[in-house]
Antibody, heavy 120, light 110 residues
Framework: QVQLQESGPGLVKPSETLSLTCTVS????????WSWIRQPAGNGLEWIGR???????NYNPSLKSRVTMSVDTSKNQFSLKLSSVTAADTAVYYC??????????????WGQGTLVTVSS | QSVLTQPPSASGTPGQRVIISCSGS????????VYWYQQLPGTAPKLLIY???QRPSGVPDRFSGSKSGTSASLAISGLRSEDEADYYC???????????FGGGTKLTVL
């Protein structure tokens, strides 16, 4: 059973960089897309971006200028950096795997989520 | 403002059938598959429907999905109290080269 676990600081100061890591266990990180998705309290889901195990990325255009994702296949981990954060970046951050069936991709495994608060 | 549009709330009594709509455009729902996720309070979302109308193993056949043009819908029949959750539609958007979600629909079982 594949499991994902987010880790990183729960509190980040305004204008600083938010850094999170997702550790994948129970399966290989190879040959999948891995996404970051966030959810502000009481609000809906927002896709931040994804990375393939080759390092290829797609980012949400609204966040692209501030987002960097990376992958470390030797550690079965992938990471998110979001720069110049403001209070609007306060949210629960999820990491998720894009599984696939034929030509259909979908988020089949999710981490439990980690709350990141931006505050001084 | 979400790219996909869902009603913010829906409700029904036990045993009833409820339909949740999801409206998109020609760059997402119009040309790509629609997915539905269920989020129970305090938990991560869970895949409910993939490829417009397919259920992953373990999802009851009370849940069904459909798509027509640039809109999709999720139907829940035989409503049960444990169906009370937030439901999100999602699709890949070719113009944005990314995933887009609906704003979510909070289902209340009266």
């Amino acid at each position: 059973q594949v499991q994902l676990q987010e880790s990183g600081p729960g509190l980040v100061k305004p204008s600083e960089t938010l850094s999170l890591t997702c550790t994948v266990s129970g399966g290989s990180i190879s040959s999948y897309y891995w996404s970051w998705i966030r959810q502000p309290a009481g609000n809906g889901l927002e896709w931040i971006g994804r990375i393939y195990t080759s390092g290829s990325t797609n980012y949400n255009p609204s966040l692209k200028s501030r987002v960097t994702m990376s992958v470390d296949t030797s550690k079965n981990q992938f990471s998110l950096k979001l720069s110049s954060v403001t209070a609007a970046d306060t949210a629960v951050y999820y990491c998720a795997r894009e599984g696939y069936t034929y030509t259909s991709y979908y988020f089949d495994y999710w981490g439990q989520g980690t709350l990141v608060t931006v505050s001084s | 403002q979400s790219v996909l549009t869902q009603p913010p709330s829906a409700s029904g009594t036990p045993g009833q059938r409820v339909i949740i709509s999801c409206s998109g455009s020609s760059s997402n729902i119009g040309i790509n598959y629609v997915y539905w996720y269920q989020q129970l309070p305090g938990t991560a979302p869970k895949l409910l429907i993939y490829r417009n109308n397919q259920r992953p193993s373990g999802v009851p056949d009370r849940f069904s999905g459909s798509k027509s043009g640039t809109s999709a819908s999720l139907a829940i029949s035989g409503l049960r109290s444990e169906d009370e959750a937030d439901y999100y539609c999602a699709a890949w958007d070719d113009s944005l080269s990314g995933w887009v979600f609906g704003g979510g629909t909070k289902l209340t079982v009266l």
